[in-house]
């Protein structure tokens, strides 16, 4: 089951738990959280696993923390390195792309990617 673009973090987990409830016989809490967990997007998993969780709850806050750290800009999404990665080996196709270039090798080595997101 994947997070439709339309819902937060919150409602995904909520949708995806009522889902997971039904499952015959039922999973324990520990069993869900670990489901849960591997479905998720690398951005999201990555922050998620680093915790330790003992309520699916507690999953439902950090991701919530999550997602409001890359809508932020405080958390550095995989896509947005590729991009960004992408963007530094091509160019941008206009005329200015060097100077984009520098730019964006200037962002990148000024900024450390840590266990809890971009430091400055």
Avoid at 5 to 13: G, I, L, W
Wanted: charge should be positive; aromatic fraction near 8%.
């Amino acid at each position: 089951m994947r997070k439709k673009t339309t819902e937060n973090f919150c409602e995904y987990a909520i949708r995806w738990r009522e889902q997971a409830a039904r499952v015959k016989p039922p999973m324990k809490e520990f069993e869900m959280i670990d489901v849960f967990l591997q479905g998720q997007e690398p951005g999201y998993f990555h922050y998620l696993l680093s915790i330790v969780v003992k309520t699916f709850a507690t999953v439902i806050k950090i991701g919530e923390m999550v997602e409001n750290g890359i809508k932020s800009g405080k958390i550095v999404t995989q896509a947005a390195l590729k991009a960004t990665t992408h963007v530094i080996k091509n160019g941008s196709g206009n005329l200015g792309g060097q100077k984009m270039k520098e730019d964006v090798a200037n962002v990148m080595s000024d900024t450390q990617i840590g266990p809890r997101g971009p430091i400055y």
